[in-house]
C-alpha cells in the first residue's frame, strides 16, 4: 500500500539558501518541514520504504518554485534528526537551483523546477487523496486501500487563496484529523499511525 503525502512550504526559500542555524527564522519554517519529512519516514529503528513525499516550494513563482519527491523504497541518508534532514532538503534546492530539469540529488530525493498549480492538480488528481483541513468532517481510515492513501496538508502558512479555489475545484475532499489545530509534523504523525491500522499496511522496514 503506497502512502502519498503532499506539504505545501510557502516560506522556504527556493534557492536553498539559508543558513541551517536558522531554519525558523531564515529558512522560512524549514525547521517543520524537515520534521514533517522526518516523521513520515522514521519509526524507533526502522524506515517506512512505502510512503512518498511531495514537498511543493512555492515561496516564488515558476521558474524558480521547486518539488521535492522523497520515495522510502530508495531513500538514503535520511537520519531521523531535524538539522540533518533540513540539510538534505537545502542541499538539493541549491543543486537545483539553476537547473532546468529534474535531478536525484541523493539516491531517493528528486528535486526539480515546477509549474505549483499543475504539481499540484497532478497529486490532488490521484485516487483516495484527501486535504487535510481543521474545520471539516472527520478523516475516515479505509477499510482497504489497494490503491493507496493519500494527503494534501500545509505548512504553519494554511493554503495561499488560489491553492484552496485550485482545491475546490478539483472536488477533493476535505478532512480533519481531529478538534485540535496540529503542526503538520503532527498531522503526518497521525496519518501513518492512522494508516498503520489499514489491512494490508506495509510495515516498516528495520534498520
Ligand atoms: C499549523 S496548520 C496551519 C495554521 C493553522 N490554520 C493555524 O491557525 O494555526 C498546518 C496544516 O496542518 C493541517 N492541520 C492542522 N490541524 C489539523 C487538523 N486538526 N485536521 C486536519 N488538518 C490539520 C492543515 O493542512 C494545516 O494547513
New binding site residues.
Given amino acids: 500500500m503506497i502512502r502519498r503525502i503532499l506539504l505545501?512550504a510557502h516560506r522556504v526559500p527556493v534557492s536553498g539558501e539559508f543558513s541551517l542555524n536558522d531554519l525558523a527564522g531564515a529558512g522560512g519554517r524549514m525547521d517543520?518541514v524537515a520534521r514533517a519529512v522526518s516523521t513520515a519516514f522514521t519509526v524507533s529503528n526502522g524506515l517506512r520504504r512505502d510512503t512518498e513525499l511531495t514537498i511543493l516550494f512555492v515561496a516564488e513563482p515558476p521558474p524558480r518554485a521547486r518539488r521535492i519527491r522523497l520515495r522510502g523504497s530508495g531513500l538514503r541518508y535520511l537520519n531521523p534528526d531535524e538539522r540533518s534532514t533540513a540539510a538534505l532538503l537545502k542541499n538539493a534546492l541549491v543543486r537545483s537551483s539553476t537547473l532546468p530539469r529534474d535531478i536525484e540529488a541523493s539516491p531517493g530525493l528528486v528535486v526539480g523546477p515546477i509549474d505549483p498549480a499543475a504539481a499540484l492538480t497532478e497529486f490532488a488528481r490521484q485516487e483516495t487523496t484527501v486535504?487535510?483541513?481543521?474545520e471539516?468532517a472527520p478523516?475516515v481510515t479505509p477499510a482497504s486501500a489497494t490503491a493507496g492513501v493519500g494527503a494534501?496538508?500545509?505548512?504553519?502558512?494554511?493554503?495561499a487563496p488560489e491553492e484552496a479555489a485550485l482545491l475546490e475545484r478539483l472536488g477533493v475532499p476535505r478532512?480533519?484529523?481531529?478538534?485540535?489545530?496540529?503542526?503538520?509534523s503532527?498531522?503526518v504523525d497521525?496519518l501513518q499511525n492512522r494508516w498503520d491500522s489499514i489491512p494490508g499496511a506495509g510495515l516498516p522496514e528495520r534498520t
Fill in positions: 505545501l517543520e486535504w487535510l483541513t481543521e471539516s478523516y494534501i496538508l500545509s505548512d504553519p502558512q494554511d493554503p478532512a480533519s484529523l481531529g478538534p485540535v489545530r496540529l503542526r503538520a503532527q498531522c497521525v
